[in-house]
């Protein structure tokens, strides 16, 4: 079983910046596409960002030019760096990683985001 631990959320104004992390308990090596989803109550979980073992990254649009993740290999490490942060980004952030065949999902525990104005 993986382990995946988040770091980083917290309170920030609008228009601030928090960086999240994520820590694999495996050679991130071993795992396939990793990201970020998020939840805020009432809603469903929904996708933010992935990145492939080799780089290649896919965003909502919402977050389109604003956030950026990034994937280090040899630290085991996804990482989400939250520019111009708005309000509706309040939400729980959740690490994710598939298996090298994309069948299985692990999960983070989440760490919350909370955007003032």
């Known amino acids: 079983q993986v382990q995946l631990v988040e770091s980083g959320g917290g309170l920030v104004q609008a228009g601030g910046s928090l960086r999240l992390s994520c820590v694999a308990s495996t050679s991130s090596f071993s795992l396939g596409i990793m990201g970020w989803y998020r939840q805020d109550p009432g809603n469903q979980r929904e996708f933010v960002a992935t990145i492939t073992r080799g780089g290649r990254t896919a965003y909502t649009d919402s977050v389109m030019g604003r956030f950026t993740i990034s994937r280090d290999n040899a630290k085991n490490t996804v990482n989400l760096r939250m520019n111009s942060l708005k309000p509706e980004d309040t939400a729980v952030y959740y690490c994710?990683?598939?298996?090298?065949?994309?069948?299985?999902?692990?999960w983070g525990q989440g760490t919350q985001v909370t955007v003032s104005l």
């Open positions: 994710n990683a598939k298996d090298l065949y994309q069948t299985v999902d692990f």
